[in-house]
């Protein structure tokens, strides 16, 4: 009776992101429908679709899986209910190296600059998690030295924004910490998805020892379980995903934490339960979302990041209420 409640919340989730999917090609200012029938538009049509429109929808999907995928699995290892991708700090650390190519000047000509910048943070900041959790591999090390990694890129990012002495760097900075998926190519996919596939690849080998971390670090141990390995693969994954989503798209914020909650109602509980359906849930979110942005009701497109924290932080201030005897002690 599980398995089948299981496979038919798959089968749910994977239509609603194909309707998305398709509703992300074909929803825009310019409609494009009509011409796709027309011989003497559908040229047009073809290179609105395949030039514009397909590459930010494969990017959203990319972007809302890893964020799903991401969130599900930092909740289950920290075993902490309102964790999401930016408790690690990767995508500070992520954001601050797109920051910084911006803010150099140098984005201004090689435009492609800025998410290689956002995976060199990125590597960076796993880099240093790894080292740390290589000599003391706990749950809370890695809170709180996460906490301390998004301290200091936010603090460096404001640096950067106070001492910017050209208003049009500091006004490109600021769009792109909002987070957006508008004016990416083919390009940025190809740079991205083979670290996310990557990502992905570990994350789901090491849903096993994630089940067993449930049960706490003595119990996964005593299974056969090397808690040590489970923590690092983790953060390398993490990394991965997040470091490379973040370079490409910015900020996009609450994904990771909203989606793995809504889902546990269907799924249950189990955190390996919860990976797949978190990343067609989190294609889902980021590819509606994106298609908001895009509808011809104002003159500037919304950025994808204000979109999505319109919708996740009423959620998260609903979970602060729900779990506050736990965590606040009231």
Not at 237 to 252: H, K, N, R, T
Not at 300 to 305: I, M, P, Q, S, V
């Amino acid at each position: 009776m599980q398995k089948n409640k299981y496979q038919k919340s798959i089968f749910i989730l994977f239509s609603m992101m194909f309707v998305c999917f398709i509703g992300s090609l074909l929803i825009g200012k310019v409609n494009i429908f009509p011409s796709l029938f027309d011989s003497k538009s559908n040229e047009m049509a073809f290179i609105i679709l395949s030039e514009i429109r397909l590459p930010r929808t494969l990017l959203a999907l990319l972007v809302g899986a890893s964020l799903g995928l991401s969130g599900a699995i930092l909740q289950g290892f920290l075993r902490n209910p309102l964790a999401e991708s930016g408790i690690v700090g990767i995508s500070s650390g992520a954001a601050l190296g797109s920051v910084l190519c911006i803010s150099l000047g140098v984005s201004a000509h090689f435009s492609f600059l800025i998410p290689l910048f956002g995976m060199a943070g990125a590597t960076i900041t796993a880099g240093f998690l790894y080292i740390i959790l290589k000599k003391y591999f706990n749950v809370y090390t890695v809170i709180l030295v996460g906490i301390a990694i998004n301290s200091l890129a936010s603090s460096l990012t404001s640096v950067i924004l106070n001492i910017s002495k050209n208003p049009y760097s500091a006004l490109e900075i600021i769009f792109w910490l909002l987070g957006s998926l508008e004016g990416r190519t083919m390009d940025h996919v190809i740079l991205c998805l083979p670290f996310i596939i990557v990502g992905w690849g570990i994350l789901w080998h090491t849903r096993q020892g994630l089940d067993a971390l449930s049960l706490g670090e003595e119990t996964a141990q005593s299974l056969g379980y090397s808690v040590k390995n489970t923590y690092q693969k983790i953060i390398v994954g993490v990394a991965l995903c997040i470091g490379a989503s973040v370079a490409v798209s910015g900020i996009i914020g609450f994904v990771g934490l909203v989606v793995p909650h809504i889902l546990r109602l269907w799924v249950g509980q189990k955190p390996s339960n919860l990976l797949v359906p978190s990343m067609l849930g989190g294609g889902i979110i980021v590819l509606s979302s994106d298609i908001i942005t895009r509808l011809p009701l104002w003159d500037t497109e919304l950025k994808l990041g204000v979109v999505t924290s319109l919708i996740g932080a009423p959620f998260f201030i609903h979970l602060i209420f729900k779990y506050r005897k736990k965590y606040a002690g009231i």
